[in-house]
C-alpha cells in the first residue's frame, strides 16, 4: 500500500464511518479544549444567561448555570464521548449497537437533520443581527431583525461555514484554535468591565427581570431546566468530534473545560449584563459596558464565535449522514455533501427567519429528546455492554449482524426513547412552561434520562436473551463481545 | 460488494477492526477512563451540584 493510499484511507476515516485509529487522531487535550470551547461559546451562550435572568436573580442564576450545565453536559458526554473515544467510531454507527442500523438513522433525522438544520439558520441569524448591530453602531444605520443585512449576513455565514468544513478537520482546527482563547480573554473582559460598574453584592442582590410564577422554587428549577436543556443539546455533535481526540481521556475532560466551563462561563456574564443593563439582547448590553470601540471589538467576535459552533456542528452532521444511506452517499464528494446539506439552512434563514425567536423553546424540546438519548447510550454503554463493543456488527451487513435486532429497529430503545420523550412533557411543557409539582424537585430531563435508561436495561435484560438480540453479555460474562464471528441472529 | 473501491473499503476497515481487537485483547486499554477518572468525574459534579445549590438557593 502506497503513502498515497493511506493517507486517503485516514482521510476517509475522518469524513466517513470507519474507526479512526487512535495514531490518526489530531486533536490532545488542548486542541480539543480549544474545539469545544470554540463550540460552545456563541450568541446563544449570552442568550441562555439572559433567559436566565428572566426567572432568577443573579446569584440564583449562576447557581443554575452551574447545576444545570453539569449534569447536561456529563450525561451527554457519557454516553456519546465514552465510547466514540475509545473506538475512534462515527457516532451514529456506535448508535447501530443500541438501535440497530434503521433505528441509528430514525435518531440520525430526528436528532441531527432536523435540529442541524434549525441550529445553523438560528446560528446563522444571530451572525446576522450581530453585524446589524455592529452597523448601528458605526453608522446611522437603524437595527432591523428581518431586515436584509441581517438576512443576507446570515446566508453568508453559512455559506463561511461551508466553506471552512469543505476543507475537512485540519481547516476547523485551526479556526478553533485561533478564535476560542480570543473569545474566552473577551468573555473575561466583558465580565471584568460588568463587576467595574456593579459590586459583586450590588449583583448578587438583583431580582429577576420576570419572574413567571411566584412559587421561587418552580422559576429556580425552570432556570436550571433552561440550563440543563443546554448542557444536553450537544448530544447530537460531542461524540463525533471526541473520535478525533488521541484517547478516550482526551476525548473526555477538555468537555469539563469547553461544552461546560467556557458555556457556563458566557452564560454568566450574559446573566450578569442582562441583569444589570435590564437588557438580554448581547448586541445592546455590550456597547453599553464598553463604549463603542469595545462594542465593536467584542460584536465582531461573537459574530464570528457563531461561526465556529456552526462550523464543528455542520462538520460532525456530514460525517453522520454518510451512515445514513451506507455506499450511496459514501460515493458522493464530501464536499458535494456539505454544500447540499447548506441548502435547507439557507432557504430558512430567508423565509423563515422567525426561527430566532423560538429560540428558547426550540432548545427545551431538544432536550425532551436528548435527555431520553442519553440515558438510553449510559444503560447500554456502561451497563449492559460493560463498556466493551464488537465492531464486526457495527460495520457488517444489516442482517447478519447481532446489532440487526428487528428489521434493523431496536423496539426496545424506541420505547425507552418514547418514554423519555413522554415523561419530560408530561412534567414540563416546553411551549407553554405548565409544570407539575414533580417538576420543582427533580427537574424534567433527570427523570426522562432516568426513566428511558432504566427501561432500556431493563427491557432489554428480560427481552433480549429470549429473542437473541444485541449479542448483550449475560450476567456472568465480565465482557461485551461474546465472540468475534459474526453470526446470523436476524428475527425478520 | 463489487466495485474496486467497495473492496478496498472492506479490506481497510478489516484492518481498523483487528487493530482494535487487538487492543481489546491486551491487558491495558492505552488512555482509557480509569476508576480514579470516574471517581473525580463524580466528586466533582457532587461539589458543583450541592455547593451551588446551597450557595445559590
Same mark, same amino acid.
Given at each position: 500500500?502506497?503513502?498515497?493510499?493511506?493517507?486517503?484511507?485516514?482521510?476517509?476515516?475522518?469524513?466517513?464511518?470507519?474507526?479512526?485509529?487512535?495514531?490518526?487522531?489530531?486533536?490532545?487535550?488542548?486542541?480539543?479544549?480549544?474545539?469545544?470551547?470554540?463550540?460552545?461559546?456563541?450568541?446563544?451562550?449570552?442568550?441562555?444567561?439572559?433567559?436566565?435572568?428572566?426567572?432568577?436573580?443573579?446569584?440564583?442564576?449562576?447557581?443554575?448555570?452551574?447545576?444545570?450545565?453539569?449534569?447536561?453536559?456529563?450525561?451527554?458526554?457519557?454516553?456519546?464521548?465514552?465510547?466514540?473515544?475509545?473506538?475512534?467510531?462515527?457516532?451514529?454507527?456506535?448508535?447501530?449497537?443500541?438501535?440497530?442500523?434503521?433505528?441509528?438513522?430514525?435518531?440520525?433525522?430526528?436528532?441531527?437533520?432536523?435540529?442541524?438544520?434549525?441550529?445553523?439558520?438560528?446560528?446563522?441569524?444571530?451572525?446576522?443581527?450581530?453585524?446589524?448591530?455592529?452597523?448601528?453602531?458605526?453608522?446611522?444605520?437603524?437595527?432591523?431583525?428581518?431586515?436584509?443585512?441581517?438576512?443576507?449576513?446570515?446566508?453568508?455565514?453559512?455559506?463561511?461555514?461551508?466553506?471552512?468544513?469543505?476543507?475537512?478537520?485540519?481547516?476547523?482546527?485551526?479556526?478553533?484554535?485561533?478564535?476560542?482563547?480570543?473569545?474566552?480573554?473577551?468573555?473575561?473582559?466583558?465580565?471584568?468591565?460588568?463587576?467595574?460598574?456593579?459590586?459583586?453584592?450590588?449583583?448578587?442582590?438583583?431580582?429577576?427581570?420576570?419572574?413567571?410564577?411566584?412559587?421561587?422554587?418552580?422559576?429556580?428549577?425552570?432556570?436550571?431546566?433552561?440550563?440543563?436543556?443546554?448542557?444536553?443539546?450537544?448530544?447530537?455533535?460531542?461524540?463525533?468530534?471526541?473520535?478525533?481526540?488521541?484517547?478516550?481521556?482526551?476525548?473526555?475532560?477538555?468537555?469539563?473545560?469547553?461544552?461546560?466551563?467556557?458555556?457556563?462561563?458566557?452564560?454568566?456574564?450574559?446573566?450578569?449584563?442582562?441583569?444589570?443593563?435590564?437588557?438580554?439582547?448581547?448586541?445592546?448590553?455590550?456597547?453599553?459596558?464598553?463604549?463603542?470601540?469595545?462594542?465593536?471589538?467584542?460584536?465582531?467576535?461573537?459574530?464570528?464565535?457563531?461561526?465556529?459552533?456552526?462550523?464543528?456542528?455542520?462538520?460532525?452532521?456530514?460525517?453522520?449522514?454518510?451512515?445514513?444511506?451506507?455506499?450511496?452517499?459514501?460515493?458522493?464528494?464530501?464536499?458535494?455533501?456539505?454544500?447540499?446539506?447548506?441548502?435547507? &439552512? =439557507?432557504?430558512? %434563514?430567508? !423565509?423563515?427567519? @422567525?426561527?430566532?425567536?423560538?429560540?428558547?423553546? $426550540?432548545?427545551?424540546? *431538544?432536550? #425532551?429528546?436528548?435527555?431520553?438519548?442519553?440515558?438510553?447510550?449510559?444503560?447500554?454503554?456502561?451497563?449492559?455492554?460493560?463498556?466493551?463493543?464488537?465492531?464486526?456488527?457495527?460495520?457488517?451487513?444489516?442482517?447478519?449482524?447481532?446489532?440487526?435486532?428487528?428489521?434493523?429497529?431496536? &423496539? =426496545?430503545?424506541? %420505547?425507552? !426513547?418514547?418514554? @423519555?420523550?413522554?415523561?419530560?412533557?408530561?412534567? $414540563?411543557?416546553?411551549? *407553554?412552561? #405548565?409544570?407539575?409539582?414533580?417538576?420543582?424537585?427533580?427537574?424534567?430531563?433527570?427523570?426522562?434520562?432516568?426513566?428511558?435508561?432504566?427501561?432500556?436495561?431493563?427491557?432489554?435484560?428480560?427481552?433480549?436473551?429470549?429473542?437473541?438480540?444485541?449479542?448483550?453479555?449475560?450476567?456472568?460474562?465480565?465482557?461485551? %463481545?461474546?465472540?468475534?464471528?459474526?453470526?446470523?441472529?436476524?428475527?425478520? | 460488494?463489487?466495485?474496486?473501491?467497495?473492496?478496498?473499503?472492506?479490506?481497510?476497515?478489516?484492518?481498523?477492526?483487528?487493530?482494535?481487537?487487538?487492543?481489546?485483547?491486551?491487558?491495558?486499554?492505552?488512555?482509557?477512563?480509569?476508576?480514579?477518572?470516574?471517581?473525580?468525574?463524580?466528586?466533582?459534579?457532587?461539589?458543583?451540584?450541592?455547593?451551588?445549590?446551597?450557595?445559590?438557593?
Amino acid at each position: 500500500m502506497t503513502k498515497h493510499e493511506q493517507i486517503n484511507h485516514s482521510l476517509e476515516a475522518e469524513r466517513g464511518d470507519t474507526p479512526l485509529l487512535p495514531s490518526e487522531r489530531m486533536w490532545g487535550f488542548w486542541e480539543f479544549s480549544y474545539a469545544n470551547s470554540a463550540l460552545a461559546i456563541a450568541t446563544w451562550a449570552f442568550l441562555i444567561g439572559g433567559a436566565t435572568a428572566l426567572f432568577v436573580g443573579p446569584r440564583e442564576g449562576i447557581a443554575a448555570i452551574i447545576i444545570g450545565n453539569i449534569l447536561g453536559v456529563l450525561l451527554a458526554t457519557f454516553s456519546t464521548c465514552a465510547p466514540c473515544g475509545k473506538y475512534g467510531t462515527e457516532q451514529f454507527t456506535f448508535l447501530r449497537s443500541m438501535f440497530g442500523a434503521n433505528g441509528s438513522r430514525l435518531v440520525y433525522v430526528l436528532a441531527v437533520v432536523l435540529l442541524t438544520m434549525g441550529w445553523l439558520a438560528v446560528l446563522g441569524l444571530m451572525f446576522g443581527r450581530s453585524i446589524d448591530g455592529l452597523g448601528s453602531l458605526v453608522s446611522d444605520h437603524q437595527t432591523d431583525p428581518g431586515g436584509a443585512l441581517v438576512l443576507a449576513a446570515g446566508t453568508f455565514a453559512i455559506l463561511l461555514t461551508a466553506f471552512v468544513v469543505a476543507k475537512g478537520p485540519t481547516s476547523i482546527k485551526v479556526f478553533n484554535t485561533i478564535v476560542a482563547p480570543a473569545l474566552v480573554v473577551i468573555m473575561g473582559v466583558m465580565l471584568y468591565l460588568i463587576l467595574g460598574q456593579h459590586s459583586f453584592a450590588e449583583l448578587m442582590a438583583l431580582p429577576a427581570l420576570d419572574a413567571p410564577f411566584d412559587s421561587k422554587r418552580v422559576n429556580f428549577m425552570i432556570a436550571v431546566e433552561v440550563n440543563m436543556a443546554a448542557g444536553f443539546s450537544w448530544w447530537p455533535y460531542i461524540g463525533n468530534l471526541a473520535r478525533l481526540s488521541k484517547n478516550q481521556r482526551t476525548a473526555f475532560w477538555p468537555n469539563i473545560i469547553g461544552i461546560f466551563g467556557a458555556a457556563a462561563l458566557g452564560e454568566v456574564v450574559g446573566l450578569l449584563a442582562a441583569a444589570a443593563l435590564g437588557n438580554s439582547d448581547p448586541t445592546v448590553w455590550m456597547t453599553h459596558i464598553g463604549g463603542l470601540v469595545f462594542g465593536v471589538i467584542a460584536l465582531g467576535f461573537v459574530a464570528f464565535a457563531n461561526v465556529t459552533s456552526m462550523i464543528n456542528i455542520l462538520y460532525t452532521a456530514i460525517v453522520g449522514l454518510r451512515q445514513l444511506a451506507g455506499a450511496g452517499l459514501r460515493a458522493l464528494k464530501w464536499e458535494l455533501l456539505v454544500v447540499a446539506f447548506c441548502i435547507v &439552512p =439557507v432557504l430558512i %434563514v430567508l !423565509l423563515g427567519p @422567525g426561527i430566532y425567536d423560538g429560540f428558547f423553546i $426550540f432548545l427545551v424540546w *431538544t432536550s #425532551a429528546l436528548n435527555s431520553a438519548l442519553a440515558g438510553i447510550g449510559i444503560a447500554d454503554y456502561f451497563f449492559l455492554r460493560r463498556q466493551h463493543l464488537n465492531l464486526r456488527y457495527l460495520y457488517v451487513n444489516d442482517r447478519q449482524s447481532a446489532y440487526h435486532f428487528w428489521k434493523g429497529f431496536n &423496539p =426496545v430503545a424506541l %420505547v425507552a !426513547l418514547v418514554a @423519555g420523550f413522554a415523561i419530560y412533557v408530561v412534567l $414540563f411543557n416546553p411551549q *407553554t412552561l #405548565a409544570n407539575t409539582e414533580l417538576f420543582a424537585f427533580i427537574s424534567a430531563s433527570i427523570p426522562s434520562c432516568a426513566l428511558a435508561g432504566l427501561l432500556h436495561y431493563g427491557l432489554t435484560r428480560v427481552l433480549a436473551p429470549r429473542l437473541g438480540w444485541g449479542a448483550y453479555p449475560k450476567d456472568d460474562e465480565g465482557r461485551g %463481545v461474546i465472540d468475534s464471528i459474526v453470526r446470523g441472529f436476524s428475527n425478520d | 460488494m463489487d466495485s474496486q473501491a467497495e473492496i478496498a473499503r472492506a479490506q481497510e476497515l478489516e484492518r481498523r477492526i483487528r487493530a482494535y481487537e487487538e487492543l481489546e485483547n491486551g491487558d491495558e486499554w492505552p488512555g482509557a477512563l480509569r476508576a480514579t477518572d470516574y471517581i473525580a468525574i463524580i466528586l466533582m459534579t457532587l461539589v458543583l451540584v450541592i455547593g451551588c445549590y446551597l450557595w445559590g438557593y
